[in-house]
């Protein structure tokens, strides 16, 4: 996948994020589904990949009190629940996106 870069990153309801990304796509994430597929060692199994963490155990209202970007490459998030090790690669936000959409031609683009 070529380089993506977020240009955009709204918070569109209290459970729910989108991200505009530089090729015109517009990507929706809930909270708790971007919680739930954390990658750090702490949330799964560094040999397998399989998930450890308790996806039930993750708070219906959790949301992200900083997010941050990572290098070129990705986003790390600081949770609710004090998690933060873990980095979103901007790939990896694509493939879990929930739903998605082009940028309307007039969203706020120079004429």
Do not use: K
Not at 8 to 33: K, M, Q, S
Not at 37 to 59: H, K, N, S, Y
Request: charged share 30%.
């Amino acid at each position: 996948m070529a380089d993506l870069w977020p240009e955009r990153i709204d918070a569109v309801a209290p459970d729910a994020v989108e991200i505009r990304w530089d090729d015109g796509l517009i990507t929706r994430h809930t909270w708790r589904r971007l919680r739930a597929e954390c990658r750090c060692a702490f949330c799964r199994d560094e040999m397998t990949g399989q998930r450890t963490l308790d996806v039930d155990a993750i708070p219906a209202d959790i949301r992200p009190l900083e997010i941050s970007v990572v290098g070129n490459y990705g986003l790390r998030i600081l949770w609710s629940d004090q998690h933060g090790t873990g980095i979103y690669h901007f790939g990896l936000l694509r493939e879990l996106a929930e739903f998605t959409r082009p940028v309307p031609p007039d969203s706020g683009n120079p004429a």
